[in-house]
């Protein structure tokens, strides 16, 4: 969560109805939506003079006759070329806290919203957005191997700005905010609207509340943030089987009722049949007639019609039978993490990028390594290079037996859909079987679809952790010169 305060101000205009089609509201909510995805009468805000675009002023498409469309060019200066509007993508709300239908409500609120308060820029249909958002490729249309890169990456070069929105929390002089920012490329602010968050409300609410009355600053007025992260360790939480199950606390433990779960606990490990490793969180509540249950944050564009959309229909069958469902009022998030039963104990390599050929897309990071060293654990801040989904290759490499404080660089072929290709070591290991199971677990990557429909190359260094300080070489090496080469 962040820790900020600022000043807040707050706008108004008067709308106008207009016909404006929605997603289904979640059960039980108020305001102008309907449930069935029917159209609803929808307040639309007057647009500025010669505005172009999707939205209505009045019901009346803005440029229709009777509205105008370009301003008149002076006399004598000839016609005047028509002015450029920036575009403006508004993303998927990131609230793991909101139910799906939720979130696509109040995005489309934010759009109209944005639309009415920046006339001068061209807030691009939803649908336009949400086809950019597709985890397919851009030359085949097949659905990638990994799912769920940053949707903001995947609508950056089209030289949109984009949204992002940041809960402010409050200070004794400053109460609590929400900011809703337009982003460029580079994940730099250019616009910023402030509004006031209103805690006693519902958490849809709250949203509709701020969305509401933003209000617009001035550009450079808002610098970075700094960011307090707090989590809970896993004390009191369910172990059944490969699974262990919390019910989320934050600052603390898991809640004392996480083993009220525990009746239909045996279910939940065949839910993540044939994975190696796998972290979950799974928003329910138990009060309506009928339990809701969504893994939290799963949508269309990160793998609903996948494998999360097939975890979560298994996972919600066992949790809304469960006695648990019901013995807490409101919503709850719950932490499930599987581990395959071969992998329990054994400890995961590190890896690094160490180059990247083709259009696979490679960003510098940095990962905290445990490192053992005079009879206690010790952790390093490692910069390294790195792709998407990358460290999901640690726990079928943490099956191969490699001695301990081995280094090994690996070639990794990325097909245009993500999947592995095919992969090889570069460096040898004491025997071929190790060899060979490194191999074999390479093949069990998944990444992000090329940019170009071709296939890419990463090469890869492997750390396998040993008691002689090696942990974290391979992302260190750098310090010494760089000595695996890695290239930016």
């Known amino acids: 969560m962040l820790f900020a305060g600022l000043l807040l101000g707050a706008a108004a205009c008067a709308p106008t109805p ?26 639309v805000y007057p647009a500025a003079p010669g505005a172009t675009g999707p939205w209505q002023a009045g019901g009346v498409p803005y440029g229709a006759p009777g509205m105008g469309g370009a301003p008149a060019a ?24 909101l139910f799906r239908a939720e979130r696509a409500e109040l995005r489309h609120i934010l759009a109209w919203r944005l639309a009415t308060a ?35 990456r995947r609508v950056a070069w089209q030289g949109w700005l984009t949204t992002e929105l940041i809960h402010v929390s409050g200070t004794h002089d400053d109460p609590e905010a929400l900011w809703v920012q337009l982003t460029e490329r580079d994940e730099r602010p250019r616009v910023t609207w402030v509004a006031p968050w209103n805690a006693k409300l519902a958490l849809a609410d709250r949203y509709r509340a ?7 600053q001035p550009e450079g007025s808002f610098g970075l943030l700094g ?40 279910e939940l490990p065949a839910c993540f049949a044939g994975a190696d490793e796998v972290e979950t969180e799974v928003l329910v509540s138990g009060d309506a007639p009928t339990p809701r249950c969504e893994i939290a944050g799963l949508d269309a564009w990160n793998g609903l019609d996948g494998r999360g959309g097939q975890e979560e229909a298994c996972l919600c069958r066992a949790l809304t039978a469960s006695s648990a469902m019901r013995i807490k009022a409101g919503r709850r998030t719950l932490k499930i993490r599987f581990e395959a039963a071969d992998l329990a104990g054994k400890p995961r390599p590190e890896l690094r990028v160490v180059e990247v050929s083709g259009s696979l897309r490679g960003e510098a990071d940095w990962r905290s390594v445990r490192v053992e060293g005079e009879g206690k654990a010790k952790y390093r801040s490692v910069r390294r290079l790195a792709v998407d989904h990358l460290d999901a290759l640690a726990a079928p490499l943490a099956r191969c037996a490699v001695p301990a404080g081995s280094v090994a660089v690996a070639e990794v072929e990325v097909r245009e859909d993500g999947t592995v290709g095919g992969a090889r070591l570069l460096t040898a290991l004491p025997k071929k079987q190790d060899a060979a199971c490194v191999e074999a677990a390479l093949q069990r990557g998944s990444f992000t679809c090329t940019g170009d429909g071709k296939a890419a190359q990463v090469r890869v260094a492997i750390t396998w952790p040993g008691a002689a300080g090696n942990a974290g070489a391979a992302g260190n090496a750098g310090a010494a010169g760089d000595p695996l080469g890695t290239r930016y």
């Open 227 to 266: 960011m307090l992260m707090g989590r809970g360790d896993d004390h009191g939480a369910l172990r059944e089987g490969t699974v262990t199950l919390c019910e989320e606390k934050l600052y603390g433990a898991c809640e004392p009722h996480s083993t009220a779960w525990k009746d239909r606990g045996a």
């Open 74 to 97: 002076a006399p004598g200066t000839g016609p005047q070329q028509p002015r450029v509007r920036e575009k403006v993508a508004v993303l998927p709300l990131d609230e793991p806290r």
């Open 118 to 152: 920046a006339p001068e820029m061209e807030v691009l249909p939803l649908a336009e957005v949400d086809a950019k958002l597709r985890p397919v490729s851009a030359t085949t249309g097949a659905r990638c191997a990994f799912q769920d890169a940053p949707i903001a």
């Open 210 to 216: 701020s969305f509401a009355a933003l209000a617009r």
């Open 18 to 43: 207009s016909t404006f089609p929605v997603y289904p509201a979640a059960p039980g909510a108020t305001g102008p939506w309907q449930a069935g995805g029917a159209p609803s009468t929808f307040p």
